[in-house]
């Protein structure tokens, strides 16, 4: 059996396991906290830190095949690794360009995708160069997660309270739509293309609302979101499987914001809407199988389940009875045990032919599910 | 969180053990074999046997829920357990009548549902009293399984060959369609009710061929099936989910043939075709959620894939690349190292709109596909 490994252990390594069980595969996962969503669900446990040479490279040098559930990941071991013949998915060469922000920009200005004007700094101090600038989004070159990293500077007053590192200052565009196109490419450079997500912020918050795909835009602003994210793919020359996140301003440009080389939080509908899944793909191309389906059954919604503001402690599911008692809807809770303001917990996804009814189950669902601490 | 356990570590509990992951729970299995299918899937494994009552009730004494994989458990410990509080589905007063045929059969004559005609016999000997009864089907009282423990006997020369226990001597009937009823049931005797499994046999290797769900029978077929099940399901008088396999006469009568009060191998397309599969269903009962959706998202079928004739030793699976070419078709390896001669060793479920589609594919599938030994 192919052995393969997955670098982190947190949900979207309990969803490719959950996935790996259809196929013969011996799964390893290294991951220091030996209580996150992955420990029990692969064949073997490797306490040990992700960002670490020794650790990275003792576990990889065992496996066949490495993956990736972080891009925050010792890099050297992973070239060492490749070296010697492990199968990396996404290859260093890909992941190297993703992981530093600044690079990222640039692979995209090189590759000549449209993507917001952006400068660089070194620090903080910098940036006083670049108030033609604001408002900008500020973005840590290295090391940023989950919104972690990232700040909007509004004025120059916001300078001073900024974060102090090497960074991507990108210059603001008036968005309509944030989308996200999840796309598959195997060792062959043979492609599979998922249907694009809307993901709709909640423009109060600043926070991602709930996701919908297929999302409802103009299908030349289809195309042009497809076409523009299998070229960001193509030119990252490797397999495996990616999340280009995208903008589309008020005048339907779109603009690559960033890409994940890997399974993605907006392709986790996949898991029922789509004959096959963004984690049964990522399967297929690490074990060398020809790409799935990537047609939609029905359409789809996801709700982010995080943790309620100042909530901090022993994880507790207020009206998951609720949301369980409603039709089509499909429940993933990620078994962490401690819930934080704001920490991813679980989703839910909603399967409907109706538009109307995909809405009214999400408003419900975020009235009805809260992730308190007990 | 829930602390639940499953006795057997076979394909069943590595499904439910994917349906877990869903859910706030902790799961526990025992097995004999720690390379068993489920093995790496729970939180805590415990090497075990599930016949001894030492380590059933050791086992289960650590848990909150406790389901079965398998009949064939030692029922004295579930008694202990169920007296000593631990929640046990089913519960060990439907296994007594299940676990055992010759009380099975008289269940269904109590309850007054329809059963082919039996006679019950103490050992080989006694069989020579019921030479009106040939042709017949001969089923072992205690610890059949999968075929095993069943045989046809059609004239008295088949006397002497046949098993000598304790069974079940059944007249034949002209069966015109197997059929398979999921039910799952919970605390407060609610009760969701799969469609309807057609369990189409392959009449010259007298042996499944495939399964089509719903099933494709007449009305009234369909509804004395559903309703003789359900007539079942209420009288067994425990939560958990139940399949009940009935047969359909060439009269369109109804008889009983045996029922599993567990998942099922013709569930299985319910993880794919089904809002809520039959491993989410029991999850839903132990947990104490809501029943979830039995609806079809589309019609289904399966093909089980069993080892080879004449092929022992470690399983190789011959064309599965061609099978994942194919849309609409989902594979599930159950990730036994080793293959025998008619060993469950995988199964495939196909979707289609149309009924045509599911049978080109499923006989496709039949001649692409073989587990061989390499």
Same mark, same amino acid.
Request: aromatic fraction near 8%; charge should be negative; proline fraction near 4%.
């Given at each position: 059996?192919?052995?393969?490994? #997955?670098?982190? +252990?947190?949900?979207?390594?309990?969803?490719?396991?959950?996935?790996?069980?259809?196929?013969?595969?011996?799964?390893?996962?290294?991951?220091?906290?030996?209580?996150?969503?992955?420990?029990? $669900?692969?064949?073997?446990?490797?306490?040990?830190?992700?960002?670490?040479?020794?650790?990275?490279?003792?576990?990889?040098?065992?496996?066949?095949?490495?993956?990736?559930? #972080?891009?925050?990941?010792?890099?050297?071991? $992973?070239?060492?690794?490749?070296?010697?013949?492990?199968?990396?998915?996404?290859?260093?060469?890909?992941?190297?360009?993703?992981?530093?922000?600044?690079?990222?920009? !640039?692979?995209?200005?090189?590759?000549?995708?449209?993507?917001?004007?952006?400068?660089?700094?070194?620090?903080?101090?910098?940036?006083?160069?670049?108030?033609?600038?604001?408002?900008?989004?500020?973005?840590?070159?290295?090391?940023?997660?989950?919104?972690? +990293?990232?700040?909007?500077?509004?004025?120059?007053?916001?300078?001073?309270?900024?974060?102090?590192?090497?960074?991507?200052?990108?210059?603001? /565009?008036?968005?309509?739509?944030?989308?996200?196109?999840?796309?598959? #490419?195997?060792?062959?450079?043979?492609?599979?293309?998922?249907?694009?997500?809307?993901?709709?912020?909640?423009? !109060?918050?600043?926070?991602?609302?709930?996701?919908?795909?297929?999302?409802?835009?103009?299908?030349? /602003?289809?195309?042009?979101?497809?076409?523009?994210?299998?070229? /960001? %793919?193509?030119?990252?020359?490797?397999?495996?499987?990616?999340?280009?996140?995208?903008?589309?301003?008020?005048?339907?440009?779109?603009?690559?914001?960033?890409?994940?080389?890997?399974?993605?939080?907006? &392709?986790?509908?996949?898991?029922?809407?789509?004959?096959?899944?963004?984690?049964?793909?990522?399967?297929? %191309?690490?074990?060398?199988?020809?790409?799935?389906?990537?047609?939609?059954?029905?359409?789809?919604?996801?709700?982010?389940?995080?943790?309620?503001?100042?909530?901090? &402690?022993?994880?507790?599911?207020?009206?998951?009875?609720?949301?369980?008692?409603?039709?089509?809807?499909? /429940?993933?809770?990620? &078994?962490?045990?401690?819930?934080?303001?704001?920490?991813?917990?679980?989703?839910?996804?909603?399967?409907?032919?109706?538009?109307?009814?995909?809405?009214?189950?999400?408003? !419900?669902?975020?009235? #009805?599910?809260?992730?308190?601490?007990?």
């Amino acid at each position: 059996m192919i052995k393969a490994g #997955i670098l982190g +252990g947190g949900q979207l390594g309990r969803m490719l396991l959950q996935a790996a069980a259809n196929y013969p595969v011996e799964t390893f996962v290294l991951e220091n906290d030996t209580e996150c969503p992955s420990a029990h $669900l692969c064949h073997y446990f490797t306490k040990g830190n992700i960002n670490s040479f020794d650790d990275v490279y003792n576990f990889g040098k065992q496996l066949d095949v490495l993956t990736i559930e #972080i891009e925050n990941v010792n890099y050297e071991a $992973l070239i060492k690794l490749e070296q010697e013949g492990v199968k990396i998915y996404p290859k260093p060469s890909a992941l190297k360009i993703i992981k530093n922000k600044i690079a990222q920009k !640039q692979f995209y200005k090189t590759i000549e995708v449209p993507t917001s004007d952006f400068v660089t700094t070194n620090n903080r101090d910098e940036l006083t160069l670049h108030k033609d600038f604001l408002p900008a989004v500020h973005k840590i070159a290295e090391g940023g997660y989950d919104g972690k +990293g990232v700040e909007i500077l509004k004025t120059e007053l916001d300078f001073e309270h900024a974060f102090d590192s090497a960074a991507v200052l990108e210059k603001m /565009v008036e968005i309509k739509k944030e989308l996200s196109v999840i796309i598959a #490419i195997n060792e062959k450079g043979q492609t599979a293309i998922y249907n694009t997500v809307d993901m709709v912020v909640d423009k !109060q918050l600043n926070l991602l609302s709930y996701q919908l795909s297929p999302a409802n835009i103009p299908e030349k /602003v289809l195309w042009k979101a497809e076409a523009v994210a299998l070229k /960001v %793919v193509k030119e990252l020359n490797s397999p495996g499987i990616f999340a280009v996140e995208l903008f589309a301003d008020v005048n339907d440009n779109i603009f690559v914001n960033e890409t994940a080389p890997r399974v993605h939080n907006s &392709g986790h509908h996949s898991i029922e809407a789509c004959y096959s899944s963004q984690f049964d793909m990522l399967w297929r %191309v690490m074990l060398n199988y020809p790409l799935g389906n990537t047609e939609h059954i029905l359409p789809a919604a996801i709700v982010n389940l995080v943790g309620e503001a100042e909530n901090m &402690g022993n994880a507790h599911y207020e009206g998951l009875e609720d949301v369980l008692a409603m039709d089509n809807v499909f /429940v993933h809770i990620y &078994g962490k045990k401690l819930t934080k303001p704001g920490r991813k917990m679980g989703h839910i996804t909603i399967l409907s032919k109706e538009p109307q009814e995909l809405l009214h189950k999400v408003n !419900q669902i975020k009235n #009805i599910l809260k992730v308190t601490a007990k």
